[in-house]
């Protein structure tokens, strides 16, 4: 079943409508062809939930309620709010609800636990990210990736290529390996500055994120990303001298002896190490500490 659409605003001139918001990193996407194309690649199924992160003036939002779905769509402008509400009234869409807040201090945890004790189905989640706040949210749905099942995000292009960066590049570091542990990460296409109203100085980025179901979470998860913090924290230092803080506040050991006994030369860097290095480097640590709890 296709749900009603309606036809009173197009894609770009509802981008024209608004002047976008410098302080939020505002930038409405204007072409509707690259606006369903990204849709297109969610793939969303009858009944599930989406959560449309920073909805602006629905270019996205336009062709989401097309498909048989439930949209919740989280807006910090009340501008944004009232045009979307115009565009996309309750008595045509009573499948969609928009609320206005800032997806940063929203309950996303809480949501998706409502979402997958009511419906049997995971939250999926779409968005066209600020850039002033991609990076904070996505460690929010790194957070909650448990309770996720997959994401389709618009980025700035060097902050995609952070997320899916070989181990020796300067891309690589603490985003990459939080997003390892819980999600598969893909680069889908480019989208350039054009396609914005106003055009953006860079590049943007569309992204796939399908979460693992047995991502990292909670302690786990935070622990890991401090042990990143500090192991990349000093990027230039030799991995003994990066962690030795850490370790000696964690073990009241010296890191040469944990990276000695996990055979990793200490005088490596940690954009070094691939992945699994890391994390067994990180596993190591954490059976370390519990057993000197024990």
Not at 34 to 61: D, M
Not at 171 to 184: F, K, N, P, S
Not at 239 to 265: C, F, P, T, W
């Amino acid at each position: 079943m296709l749900w009603r659409m309606s036809t009173s605003c197009s894609t770009e001139s509802s981008a024209n409508k608004l002047t976008p918001r410098k302080r939020w990193g505002q930038h409405f996407l204007r072409d509707e062809r690259l606006a369903r194309r990204i849709v297109e690649l969610l793939a969303c199924q009858p009944g599930e939930t989406v959560l449309e992160v920073g909805p602006g003036t629905g270019a996205l939002t336009e062709h989401l309620l097309r498909l048989p779905i439930r949209l919740v769509a989280v807006e910090l402008d009340e501008r944004c709010l009232a045009l979307l509400r115009e565009r996309f009234p309750e008595s045509a869409f009573p499948q969609a609800r928009f609320v206005h807040g800032d997806i940063l201090e929203y309950d996303l945890a809480g949501y998706a636990q409502q979402v997958l004790e009511q419906t049997g189905k995971k939250l999926v989640v779409i968005g066209n990210l600020p850039y002033n706040i991609s990076s904070p949210l996505l460690f929010r749905l790194f957070d909650t990736a448990r309770l996720l099942s997959r994401a389709v995000l618009m980025v700035q292009r060097e902050l995609a290529q952070r997320l899916v960066a070989p181990p020796g590049t300067k891309e690589y570091g603490i985003l990459r390996l939080a997003c390892w542990v819980v999600a598969e990460a893909r680069l889908c296409f480019h989208v350039p500055a054009w396609a914005f109203q106003p055009a953006p100085e860079v590049t943007s980025t569309v992204v796939s994120l399908r979460f693992r179901p047995d991502a990292w979470s909670g302690d786990t998860f935070q622990r890991f990303r401090r042990f990143l913090q500090a192991a990349f924290g000093k990027r230039r230092k030799q991995l003994h001298n990066a962690l030795e803080d850490y370790v000696a506040s964690l073990l009241h050991r010296s890191a040469g002896e944990v990276l000695q006994k996990a055979g990793i030369a200490p005088e490596r860097r940690a954009e070094e190490l691939s992945p699994e290095e890391l994390i067994g480097l990180y596993r190591l640590l954490e059976a370390e500490r519990l057993d000197g709890c024990a």
